[in-house]
């Protein structure tokens, strides 16, 4: 389990133990955090943006291109943008913060 800290699109932190190997996204909407996951991860819907925490994006792997293509068209996007249907929990990621845009 990795424990990662989410702050909700209402400003509430919450601190989560996430199962290694789950995509984020997964995690995010168990948690009943507001994420939707619509397309499951198909890189289709944008449903899943999150904003990480600049403080912790050095824990992540850089997005591919197709993540970026996809980035590039999300609504209210910043330089720590992501999609969280292409973000694994590992061990790494000790500590990652992020943030559930309104
Ligand atoms: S779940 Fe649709 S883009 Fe991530």
Not at 3 to 13: L, M, N, Q, S, Y
């Amino acid at each position: 389990m990795t424990k990662i800290f989410v702050t909700d699109p209402a400003g509430r932190e919450t601190a989560l133990e996430a199962e290694n190997g789950e995509p984020l996204m997964k995690v995010l909407r168990a948690a009943g955090l507001g994420i939707k996951g619509s397309c499951e991860g198909a890189l289709s819907c944008g449903s899943c943006h999150v904003h990480i925490d600049p403080a912790t994006n050095n824990l992540l792997e850089p997005p591919a291109e197709d993540e970026i293509d996809m980035i590039d068209l999300a609504d209210g996007a910043i330089p720590t943008s992501r999609f969280s249907c292409q973000i694994r929990i590992s061990p790494a990621l000790e500590g990652l913060r992020l943030s559930i845009p309104a």
